[in-house]
């Protein structure tokens, strides 16, 4: 499976932003999908998850009422709606896919996008 990220850029906080993610190669609808994203010098951090039918949702605290993922699946693609942007959600943004069930743990997420840079400034 091949994960393409597009959407990113650069906010003003208080902005929003959706960022997309386009999976190929694979039975996307297979597939538990996840957002996941890494600042500079700092460990990648799950952001949210979404099943394979997309009737269930996971987020990380720090995005919750913020942000919010959803999928296409006839698209192949997976989104993340980013509102009410703070500085501190400046990272590159990662979406990744697994087999299996729902999981906040990137090693348990078995394919992954190249990555997309997100700056939120103040």
């Known amino acids: 499976v091949q994960l393409v990220e597009s959407g990113g850029g650069l906010v003003q906080a208080g902005g929003s932003l959706r960022l997309s993610c386009a999976a190929s190669?694979?039975?996307?609808?297979?597939?538990?999908m996840g957002w996941f994203r890494q600042a500079p010098g700092k460990e990648r951090e799950f952001v949210a998850a979404?099943?394979?039918?997309?009737?269930?949702?996971v987020y990380a605290d720090s995005v919750k009422g913020r942000f919010t993922i959803s999928r296409d699946n006839p698209k192949n693609t997976v989104y993340l709606q980013m509102n009410s942007l703070k500085p501190e959600d400046t990272a590159v943004y990662y979406c990744?896919?697994?087999?299996?069930?729902?999981?906040?743990?990137?090693?348990?997420?078995?394919?992954w996008g190249q990555g997309i840079q997100v700056t939120v400034s103040s």
């Open positions: 990744a896919a697994r087999r299996g069930l729902s999981s906040r743990n990137e090693y348990e997420y078995d394919y």
């Open positions: 190669g694979g039975t996307f609808s297979s597939y538990y």
């Open positions: 979404i099943s394979w039918s997309g009737g269930n949702t």
